[in-house]
């Protein structure tokens, strides 16, 4: 025998973006309320909509099992004092006590709970204990400051076990909502009370009153509709699923619906038209569906947030979400919607031709104004060391192929952008309307894709630049962050990174290995941050952690290629036998040197053949070590260390070097120091794991 | 869009709207007769949201933000404009079925017209407070901001009141179907708007921003929070209430002369948060053990 349970919380709009949380705050809370009581349900489904939260758990025991429970007491030969205490506190008498092993235990039996009385606990435990992102109170009750939190007033709840009411009466907890059958359908489109049966009548019967009270239909419906208008208009949609999300909590009963704008608005850059009619109105916008030959376009395409338009043109078509089956069958809301857009549209329109007026040089000049940080100066201050940095990386080729005159330019005009009316809007378009302002003005593309380009890349998946200019740019700029930052020790602690620190690195290391930037990247604190980051991001590459710490600990290799170089060499020699071996014989010489001390003496005795072949061999790897690390050939390197693999493991097989005679002890432990000087050359082995 | 032949000209929604809420148990209440940057500062909501007392008002309140002016050269944006305030305390159970009632009443078809209610949270940094609610949509168009209030001048509200702000030129424009402001019908006898308000909104537009002497603002603010601290320290905090709203409107102008630098600013905002929190912590002084004494249980 088993039960099938239904809640419903309905209150006011829950704002879209917390109603995911929700269903999930909700599935767990009652899953663990009801696993605190011994109960486990069959399934569990969720839903949201703007205006309820709802669950259905199927199969639910009708019963709780029976619990024994065991409290351990006093020894029996503890004080009567001790014994009186246990009795009090377990409402037993000690006749009603077992004894085992000299000590009293109280058994209770807590018989098994009916589910309905189970239910009531846990609707009280829900409503109560819910967390919201933020909550309030409201209403006459508020006068209080008990009463309930919510994340807008809640009105409502349904509460059914196998179509019976559970919680009558727990109105008085939760100022006079009385637990019923009793819900309400679209704000709209149905009038009065629906009175619910059960679980499986619920969703049908909101169905009826124009409430899809599954998110996942009602994205598809808007998913699919969206998809199918513009494909009927003969344009493309551009796919957006956490628009389809956010849409779908904001509506009972979606109706996508299509609207045009003046296509005279297409003369602003896709990004600004994307974001306008995305963030301020949640639109879908669409693209036309022919590719564009690439040039001669005004606005060549540009992918925005992983997205993108793939080349292809935008078009002069939005599509919004309607919550209602209108009887005009949405005109009207077109219309209206269609009049919004227009208006937001031609303020952008004004922003993008207002700030063309003034070139992007004379706005740099406003950044004297604005402050990076009160130890590091204006933003006009950061410009003039990035200008620096950015031609000095092109004019040491660290960059190759970089115009310096043209990645001081892109620098001294990278941030102009932010003071234009434009980017004070849009905050996301950094960057971007810099590119396009730049090369409105006639600039060379080169340093238009720099402007553009500099803030990449700003996330893990973002792609990473390549153009030299833009590259010589967005790695001065990442690094006058870095080192401004470090110079007056504001550095990322824990979970703190106010300045975005670990980010800026993660973008400078990406640019350097994407492109092989041979340049020291830094030293110090600084260079054990970079790679700390290098660490987190090789990870992923398969690249082991003390190995980047062995070649770290050679002394300050800020040469980010050739460290990398040098461990990747390193991996695979210490996955090969000989450099297992070698590293076994590396850590047993460790492990004597570190233990005994002595002093260099002459050597007064005839040497075994296992001591000369091994003084042998170092004589001849060091020269070779030296060379191949001369010639950043680390492979050869390896290959060299692996010529000392025989000699070490003789050495330990026949050699004593603990001798009695102090004069063989001291000239043999000379000869394993020699050793791991020249292991050490390679990568301080003792750090390496394993 | 509603038809222009049936839509109500801009005296006649707020006409509606007076009906509406009248109907509806509210005091209709005048403007407040200072210059103030919204309906929120009317005595009628800031003070009235304290307290335990019952209280249900509406009223039109003139609102002034020097720095969206636009000399009348812009469709949409105004130095002065109108917001409809309602303040009903507690938030009744069915306050979204009453505002939605009121959209019914100025001529908006909920079955022909998409009404949302799309999270927007508000707060005033200036006056302690902060509420929950939305902005309403309708076809996109935000037309009220609907906020639960949950503190006011630092307290909690107990009980919490709901605020609906209309903003009226916006929500006219779209019933009457008008793309410029200065279109509006004001009434229904062929004044416009343009003809009530233009020549207004350039006046002031210049002076906001070219004319109006600085140092005389500077001082203005100053004495405003003098007398601010004097009218808290005599126990009339009605009075140091009216000096807070009088040295938050100076300070809107010294932002739109352009005189206030951005390290200024801060310090400036702190100023009249003082005011403006005092006046309210002196107010809820004044009256906390009446209240406590009327309505058992309740605390500040």
């Known amino acids: 025998m088993s039960g099938d349970f239904l809640l419903e919380l309905r209150s006011e709009e829950i704002p879209a973006r917390m109603q995911a949380g929700a269903r999930a705050e909700l599935e767990k809370l009652f899953r663990a309320e009801l696993r605190s009581r011994g109960v486990v349900p069959g399934a569990v489904t969720v839903w949201s909509t703007p205006r309820r939260l709802a669950l259905i758990a199927r199969d639910l025991p009708l019963v709780t099992d029976p619990v024994r429970e065991e409290i351990k007491g006093p020894r029996t030969s503890a004080p009567a004092a001790a014994l009186e205490g246990f009795l009090r506190k377990t409402g037993l008498t000690a006749a009603q006590l077992s004894e085992r092993d000299g000590v009293w235990f109280a058994v209770k039996d807590i018989p098994g709970i009916a589910i309905g009385d189970v239910l009531r606990d846990v609707i009280v435990a829900l409503v109560r204990g819910f967390s919201w992102p933020k909550s309030q109170r409201w209403g006459a009750a508020s006068r209080h400051t008990d ?96 628009l389809v999300i956010e849409n779908a909590g904001l509506t009972e009963w979606p109706v996508p619906l299509l609207g045009r704008f003046d296509p005279a608005f297409l003369a602003v850059p896709p990004e600004v038209i994307q974001l306008t009619t995305r963030i301020n109105q949640k639109y879908f916008i669409a693209t036309e569906v022919a590719r564009l030959s690439g040039a001669g376009h005004p606005h060549p395409t540009l992918p925005l947030e992983g997205e993108g338009f793939r080349g292809l043109r935008l078009a002069n078509a939005f599509v919004c979400t309607a919550n209602i089956a209108a009887h005009d069958g949405g005109a009207a809301i077109v219309a209206g919607n269609g009049k919004v857009l227009a208006a937001r549209l031609a303020d952008a329109r004004f922003f993008w031709e207002q700030d063309q007026k003034t070139p992007l040089a004379d706005h740099a000049t406003k950044l004297a104004r604005i402050t990076f940080h009160d130890k590091l100066g204006s933003l006009a201050d950061k410009v003039a060391r990035v200008a620096d940095l950015a031609e000095w990386l092109a004019q040491q080729g660290v960059v190759p192929g970089a115009d310096p005159a043209q990645a001081r330019l892109a ?241 330990f097989e026949t050699v004593t070097v603990n001798d009695a005679d102090a004069n063989k002890r001291a000239n043999r432990l000379d000869l394993l120091d020699r050793f791991r000087a020249a292991v050490h050359k390679v990568a301080d082995f003792s750090r390496i794991e394993g | 869009m509603a038809e222009p032949a049936t839509s109500p000209s801009f005296q006649d929604m707020i006409l509606r709207l007076h009906a509406y809420w009248s109907a509806h148990g509210c005091l209709i209440l005048q403007p407040y007769d200072m210059r103030v940057g919204a309906g929120t500062f009317h005595t009628a909501t800031t003070l009235r949201a304290l307290g335990p007392e019952a209280w249900r008002a509406a009223y039109v309140q003139p609102s002034r933000r020097p720095t969206d002016g636009r000399y009348g050269e812009n469709p949409n944006r105004l130095q002065h404009y109108y917001q409809y305030q309602v303040i009903l305390k507690p938030s009744p159970p069915d306050m979204q079925a009453l505002y939605l009632g009121s959209l019914q009443a100025i001529g908006i078809d909920p079955l022909l017209h998409d009404i949302r209610f799309v999270e927007d949270d508000w707060e005033s940094p200036t006056l302690g407070a902060w509420g929950l609610g939305w902005e309403v949509w309708c076809d996109g168009m935000e037309v009220t901001q609907f ?71 500077f001082e203005g603010f100053r004495r405003a929070e003098a007398e601010c601290r004097r009218a808290i320290d005599a126990g009339v905090p009605i009075a140091a209430y009216e000096q807070a709203i009088e040295a938050s409107h100076l300070f809107n102008l010294l932002q739109a002369r352009g005189v206030i630098s951005v390290q200024e600013r801060a310090s400036f905002m702190g100023r009249v948060r003082d005011c403006a929190r005092g006046s309210c912590e002196a107010y809820m002084a004044k009256f906390a053990d009446q209240w406590a004494q009327h309505f058992p249980g309740w605390s500040a």
């Open chain 1, 411 to 651: 620098a001294e005009l990278c941030k102009a952008d932010l003071v234009t009316d434009m980017v004070g809007e849009f905050p996301e378009l950094q960057g971007i309307m810099g590119g396009y302002y730049a090369r409105a003005e006639g600039l060379p593309a080169a340093v238009a894709d720099a402007i553009r380009d500099h803030y990449q890349p700003a996330g893990p998946s973002d792609p990473v630049p390549a153009a030299p200019v833009s590259v010589a740019l967005a790695l001065a700029d990442k690094l006058d962050t870095l080192r401004g930052f470090f110079a007056i020790n504001e550095k990322p602690t824990g979970s703190k990174d106010p300045f975005a620190l670990r980010r800026a690195a993660l973008g400078a290391i990406r640019l350097i290995t994407a492109n092989a930037l041979r340049l020291s990247v830094a030293e110090g604190d600084l260079l054990a941050f970079f790679a700390e980051r290098l660490k987190v991001q090789q990870r992923e590459a398969g690249v082991r952690h003390d190995l980047i710490d062995a070649v770290l600990a050679q002394g300050g290799e800020g040469d980010l290629v050739r460290l990398l170089a040098r461990v990747k060499a390193l991996q695979a020699f210490v996955g090969s036998e000989d450099g297992i071996n070698l590293l076994a014989g590396y850590k047993r010489a460790a492990n004597i040197l570190k233990r005994e001390s002595w002093e260099p003496q002459a050597q007064d005795y005839v040497p075994e053949p296992a001591e000369t072949a091994l003084a042998a061999a170092l004589a001849a790897a060091a020269p070779r070590v030296d060379g191949a690390l001369g010639d950043e050939d680390f492979t050869a390197a390896m290959a060299a260390l692996a010529g000392l693999r025989a000699p070490i493991d003789a050495f």
């Open chain 2, 147 to 217: 906020t639960y209030f949950q503190q006011m001048g630092g307290f909690d509200c107990k009980p919490v009141s709901g605020e609906l702000t209309y903003g009226l030129e916006r929500l006219a424009m779209y019933v009457q179907g008008v793309d410029n402001v200065y279109d509006l019908r004001f009434n229904d006898a062929g004044v416009s708007y343009g003809a009530v308000f233009l020549e207004n909104e350039r006046q002031m537009s210049k002076w906001n921003f070219e004319v109006a002497d600085t140092d005389t603002l």
């Open chain 1, 147 to 242: 009463s309930l939190r919510w994340v807008r007033p809640l009105q409502g709840i349904v509460a059914l076990l196998d179509g019976e009411v559970i919680g009558q009466g727990l109105g008085a907890q939760f100022d006079g909502i009385e637990p019923g059958r009793e819900t309400f359908g679209h704000r709209f489109h149905h009038a009065g009370p629906i009175v619910i049966d059960g679980v499986d009548d619920y969703a049908p019967k909101l169905h009826a009153a124009h409430v899809i009270v599954d998110q996942a239909t009602r994205e598809a419906i808007i998913r699919d509709g969206a998809h199918r208008l513009a494909a009927e208009a003969g344009l493309e949609l551009v796919a957006d699923e956490a």
